[in-house]
Antibody, heavy 119, light 107 residues
């Protein structure tokens, strides 16, 4: 059974870079698009970006200028970096996976990690 | 971006009630529509994919319908464990987008 676990600091300072890592256990990274999704307090879910195990990426245009997603196949991990954060980036951040076939849903999710942006 | 509009944003219902949640896309998405259940502190759970296909292990009281721009999630007989938030999501094109959610509360 594939499991995802997010890790990283729960607090980031304004203007700094938020960094999170998702560890995938129980399966390989291949064959899936691995995404980051966030949910600000009281708001809906927002897809941020995905990465394929080969390293190809796709970013949400609304965040593209500030986001970098990367993969480390040797550790079965993928990571998110979000630069120049503000209070608006305070959210629960989820990692998730969907099969690398057009139109497939997110069938694997992590439990999420809360990141608060505050000085 | 494709905008997903869910309604209602919240509802109160009793155990045994039939519950219907709707989701409308701002443009046609064929049947690339998925439904998730989300409980506080837990990972979202896939219920329905491709508009009407039940994910393995999901109770048959959950069903989905629709195509094009209008979709529906139905819970035929609400159970205690179904009190949660529900989100639709289009997987037709990136950026993938979600509805704003429907919170199902106990009446």
């Amino acid at each position: 059974q594939v499991q995802l676990q997010e890790s990283g600091p729960g607090l980031a300072k304004p203007s700094e870079t938020l960094s999170l890592t998702c560890t995938v256990s129980g399966g390989s990274l291949s064959g899936y698009y691995w995404s980051w999704i966030r949910q600000p307090p009281g708001k809906g879910l927002e897809w941020i970006a995905y990465i394929y195990y080969s390293g190809s990426t796709n970013y949400n245009p609304s965040l593209k200028s500030r986001v970098t997603i990367s993969v480390d196949t040797s550790k079965n991990q993928f990571s998110l970096r979000l630069s120049s954060v503000t209070a608006a980036d305070t959210a629960v951040y989820y990692c998730a996976g969907c099969r690398a076939v057009a139109g497939t849903p997110f069938d694997y999710w992590g439990q999420g990690t809360l990141v608060t942006v505050s000085s | 971006d494709i905008q997903m509009t869910q309604s209602p944003s919240s509802l109160s219902a009793s155990v045994g009630d039939r519950v219907t949640i709707t989701c409308r896309a701002s443009q046609t998405i064929s049947s690339y529509l998925n439904w998730y259940q989300h409980k506080p502190g837990e990972a979202p759970k896939l219920l329905i994919y491709a508009a009407s296909s039940l994910q393995g292990g999901v109770p048959s009281r959950f069903s989905g319908s629709g195509s094009g721009t209008d979709f529906t999630l139905t819970i035929s007989s609400l159970q205690l464990e179904d009190f949660a938030s529900y989100y639709c999501q289009q997987s037709y094109s990136t950026p993938w987008t979600f509805g704003q959610g429907t919170k199902v509360e106990i009446k």
